[in-house]
Each structure stands twice: as structure tokens, then as C-alpha cells.
């Protein structure tokens, strides 16, 4: 605290901002499962550090970073993970990622089996 030309106190604030949000234990807890994206297809999220991993029918695909707003993605950008909580406590995602013709592809997909109470 210092004193400007006036007499009135002065308050500096110095504030750093972080390139990645980071999301909580909590939050974190809310995501991780296995998830039904029909005809057979099941999606696998699990968490290493502050990286969610997408497992794509038992092969890991993409390290996954929070961005906000319940939504991560990968380095590139290339493959989003959206998360959506539904009001009777189940959850949901879209998964977007780029096909082998370089086109978005999104996959809807909902949590049959939780990780963490």
C-alpha cells in the first residue's frame, strides 16, 4: 500500500494468469468412467495428473486438457471432449476428433459406469 499525489491510499494488485484452467479433484471425479456411445462403441475416460485420457474401445486415443467449461481438449486442438452433467446426476459427452479424411467427426456418448462417488 502506498500513498498517490493526492494523499489516497493506493492498493496494487498484481494478478498472473495461467495458460490452462485447472479443474479439482471434484471435478475431475464427476467425469471419469466408462461411457456407452452405442453400436458397441465404448469411451474410457480416466485421469493422469491434470490430463484426461479418452480410451476409444480399449485403445488409448488422446491425452485430453482442461479448457473450461467442462470441455478438454488436446495439444492441436484437434479432439474436444464436451461434458455435459444432467439434472438426475448422470453424464453425458461429445466427443469431436478429425477422421482420416481430416473432417470432424462427433460422437455422442452417456456414463454407464462412474469411477467416483
Do not use: C
Not at 494523499?7 to 471419469?32: C, I, P, S, T, Y
Not at 446426476?89 to 477422421?99: A, I, Q, R, S, W
Not at 479424411?101 to 462417488?117: F, G, Q, R, S, W
Amino acid at each position: 500500500m502506498s500513498k498517490n499525489s493526492k494523499n489516497e491510499d493506493v492498493l496494487q494488485f498484481n494478478v498472473v494468469m495461467a495458460k490452462a484452467f485447472a479443474l479439482d479433484d471434484a471435478g475431475f471425479n464427476r467425469l471419469v468412467g466408462i461411457y456407452d456411445a452405442g453400436k458397441g462403441n465404448r469411451a474410457e475416460f480416466f485421469r493422469e495428473g491434470n490430463v484426461m485420457f479418452l480410451k476409444w474401445n480399449g485403445q488409448i486415443y488422446e491425452g485430453l486438457y482442461y479448457k473450461g467449461n467442462n470441455t478438454f481438449e488436446n495439444k492441436m486442438g484437434e479432439t474436444t471432449a464436451q461434458f455435459e452433467l444432467q439434472s438426475d446426476g448422470g453424464t453425458k459427452v461429445k466427443v469431436t476428433y478429425l477422421d482420416d479424411d481430416n473432417k470432424p467427426v462427433t460422437e455422442e456418448a452417456t456414463m454407464i459406469l462412474k469411477y467416483h462417488e
